[in-house]
């Protein structure tokens, strides 16, 4: 399968191809511009990998949360892919990429991720032993004290919460910590390829954002191997 993915809802811009489980990917760290850098990107990776859309079999886009703005970027970018190439789409939680780079077999993971405004977005995630990564519960936001954990499985914190709000690894002193993850665009290309292997894909118009902080409301837990 052949999965082109995107994420900007953080200061890290990256775009990914997976192709039958080789990846190309590139990144860059930047604090605005997102809009003008992804396109060419996305065309450089696709160049690098000598494809076209019409290669594809679908694409893969970090839904949030995130930076308001980069998320919409993502999700007009996407929306705008799909709907010029008929390819499916899957939304792919940004805490649940942050997630799969870390948690292995039997083991989960807390991420936090920087919110801004004294707060964090955070959630649990799982890695059974079918290599399933799982919600735990649900994902919210909210200061970093309201941030808790009853999941023995739990092995590491890992995410930019961790360093903007230093409570954090006061209040969870067990866990290792890696402070400096972010979403990358070759794990949400990972997980999408497997959503649309589970026949999740959407048309252009299915690709929505999720905020967190604007829906008030906690997403819904969902499995997102």
């Not at 890290?12 to 080789?22: D, H, I, N, Y």
């Not at 292995?104 to 707060?119: K, P, S, Y």
Request: aromatic share 6%; net charge negative; hydrophobic share 45%.
């Amino acid at each position: 399968m052949k999965v082109l993915a995107i994420d900007t809802a953080t200061e890290q811009c990256s775009v990914a191809l997976r192709l039958e489980g080789r990846t190309i990917e590139e990144r860059a760290m930047t604090a605005r511009g997102h809009a003008e850098m992804l396109l060419p990107m996305v065309e450089r990776v696709m160049v690098e990998a000598g494809c076209t859309l019409a290669d594809l079999d679908g694409l893969a886009f970090g839904r949030g949360p995130g930076a308001f703005t980069g998320v919409r970027i993502a999700v007009g970018a996407i929306q705008g892919i799909s709907l010029g190439s008929g390819l499916p789409v899957v939304g792919i939680s940004t805490l649940a990429a942050v997630a799969q780079q870390f948690a292995g077999t039997g083991e989960a993971v807390l991420v936090c991720m920087d919110a801004r405004m004294n707060e964090v977005y955070w959630g649990v995630y799982a890695r059974g032993g079918d290599g399933r990564l799982t919600l735990q519960g649900t994902e919210g936001v909210g200061p970093a004290e309201s941030v808790f954990l009853d999941d023995p499985r739990v092995v590491m914190g890992v995410g930019t919460g961790f360093h903007a709000y230093s409570v954090l690894k006061g209040r969870f002193p067990g866990l290792r910590i890696d402070d400096t993850a972010l979403p990358r665009a070759s794990d949400i290309a990972c997980l999408g390829e497997l959503a649309l292997r589970r026949g999740e894909g959407l048309q252009a118009s299915g690709a929505q954002p999720v905020y967190l902080r604007d829906q008030v409301a906690w997403v819904s837990a969902a499995q997102v191997k």
